[in-house]
T-cell receptor
Framework: DQQVKQNSPSLSVQEGRISILNCDYT??????FLWYKKYPAEGPTFLIS?????DKNEDGRFTVFLNKSAKHLSLHIVPSQPGDSAVYFCAASAYNAGNMLTFGGGTRLMVKP | NAGVTQTPKFQVLKTGQSMTLQCAQD?????MYWYRQDPGMGLRLIYYSASEGTTDKGEVPNGYNVSRLNKREFSLRLESAAPSQTSVYFCASSEGPLYGYTFGSGTRLTVV
């Protein structure tokens, strides 16, 4: 049973608009959440993270929101750019589980010019 | 500034053959990891090494073995490859997840 789920396999957005990528988790022990971005033929690269003591973290065009009661997090990209087209993975870790990362299945974002 | 280096980048094996995937990092990280990526499944942890001299099983360890040769190198071995092991394999290193993982560029393995 997947503990971290990304229910949308793909998302298409117009350049300049907002992209919202969603992620749900089931393990209430997760206390740290991360988003990774992956281009074809490359390894994932770290994008942004959030601790469970916060509900929002912002870095430039990227903002991650965490709703602990709903066990839901989202990544907002504003404004979206064609170079943002990639696969985005959310990941979660639990301090009492050795801080291993558990990944979601990924969402492919396509930003159209 | 190499980061995490994986070799080879591509490999085709016949069922039953063995091979070792190599991984090296130059960031002096204590922890290293092996993941596999399959369509719709995200990245699943095969084995990890929290520090030099220690290794532990992850979510999908069956059919694999690992060696933490020293602080820099962490290898993944397939003793008898099976078609179910066709996947893209990623090695990563970290000082801890609060700092994120640094991933290699992956090894695309096909078992026929």
């Amino acid at each position: 049973d997947q503990q971290v789920k990304q229910n949308s396999p793909s998302l298409s957005v117009q350049e300049g608009r907002i992209s919202i990528l969603n992620c749900d988790y089931t393990n209430s022990m997760f206390d740290y959440f991360l988003w990774y971005k992956k281009y074809p033929a490359e390894g994932p690269t770290f994008l942004i993270s959030i601790s469970s003591i916060k509900d929002k973290n912002e870095d430039g065009r990227f903002t991650v929101f965490l709703n602990k009661s709903a066990k839901h997090l989202s990544l907002h990209i504003v404004p979206s750019q064609p170079g943002d087209s990639a696969v985005y993975f959310c990941a979660a870790s639990a301090y009492n589980a050795g801080n291993m990362l558990t990944f979601g299945g990924g969402t492919r974002l396509m930003v159209k010019p | 500034n190499a980061g995490v280096t994986q070799t080879p980048k591509f490999q085709v094996l016949k069922t039953g053959q063995s091979m070792t995937l190599q991984c090296a990092q130059d960031m002096n990280h204590n922890s290293m990891y092996w993941y596999r990526q399959d369509p719709g499944m995200g990245l699943r942890l095969i084995y990890y090494s929290a520090s030099e001299g220690t290794t532990d099983k992850g979510e999908v360890p069956n059919g694999y073995n690992v060696s933490r040769l020293n602080k820099r190198e962490f290898s993944l071995r397939l003793e008898s490859a099976a078609p179910s092991q066709t996947s893209v394999y990623f090695c990563a290193s970290s000082e801890g997840p609060l700092y994120g993982y640094t991933f290699g560029s992956g090894t695309r393995l096909t078992v026929v």
